[in-house]
């Protein structure tokens, strides 16, 4: 098994997709529940809170670059012995 030196500091498309699903459907729950919760609480405020910081996490992994899926992602001397 050969490790890279190289760091991979970009995602893939599925862990983009992925994040974004994740994200938003937490951001939709913590909304609901912000509904739900008696006005002036402190319940209120947490929930409303958590669902823009979900909401804005969302939107960055939708809007970031992803890396792209292709055979050029793997190391040469893995794909030779793929063969």
């Given at each position: 098994?050969?490790?890279?030196?190289?760091?991979?500091?970009?995602?893939c498309i599925f862990c983009r997709v992925t994040g974004?699903?994740?994200?938003?459907?937490?951001?939709?729950?913590?909304?609901?529940?912000?509904?739900?919760?008696?006005?002036?609480?402190?319940?209120?405020?947490?929930?409303?809170?958590?669902?823009?910081?979900?909401?804005?996490?969302?939107?960055?992994?939708?809007?970031?670059?992803?890396?792209?899926?292709?055979?050029?992602?793997?190391?040469?001397?893995?794909?030779?012995?793929?063969?």
């Open positions: 098994m050969h490790i890279s030196s190289k760091k991979n500091l970009e995602d974004t699903i994740v994200f938003g459907s937490v951001s939709v729950y913590s909304f609901l529940k912000f509904l739900q919760a008696p006005k002036k609480s402190g319940d209120r405020k947490f929930f409303g809170l958590i669902s823009v910081c979900f909401s804005f996490l969302a939107l960055y992994r939708a809007f970031t670059p992803a890396k792209p899926i292709t055979l050029n992602t793997f190391n040469k001397k893995d794909v030779k012995q793929e063969k």
